[in-house]
Nanobody
Framework: QLEESGGGLVQPGGSLRLSCTTSRFTLEDYAIGWFRQAPGKEREVVSCMSKDDGSTYYADSVKGRFTISRDNAKNTVYLQMNSLKPEDTAVYYC????????WGQGTQVTVSS
């Protein structure tokens, strides 16, 4: 399955970097997305990166604050999150954008003072 890490408790305005890796397949062969699910809400897409030209997508709510990137040598996709807000609090997941793989456990991000 996919393995997410890097979450934690951070104050508003703080930063975190999430990591996504797996031993099951090569991430660079797929478009990979970061998703999040807040309590009582549906899972939503946060950011995606294509497999071909590295083009990216960001939800309006995170545009300008979050950055998705890949390290193919480490088979890892990152999500750098800056200027965090309380409304970013959620469990964050990564997955293939098309033909989703088994969802991992996610990593909890809590933004609170």
């Amino acid at each position: 399955q996919l393995e997410e890490s890097g979450g934690g408790l951070v104050q508003p305005g703080g930063s975190l970097r999430l990591s996504c890796t797996t031993s099951r397949f090569t991430l660079e062969d797929y478009a990979i997305g970061w998703f999040r699910q807040a309590p009582g809400k549906e899972r939503e897409v946060v950011s995606c990166m294509s497999k071909d030209d590295g083009s990216t997508y960001y939800a309006d709510s995170v545009k300008g604050r979050f950055t998705i990137s890949r390290d193919n040598a480490k088979n890892t996709v990152y999500l750098q999150m800056n200027s965090l807000k309380p409304e970013d609090t959620a469990v964050y997941y990564c997955n293939r954008v098309t033909i989703p793989y088994d969802w991992g456990q996610g990593t909890q991000v809590t933004v609170s003072s």
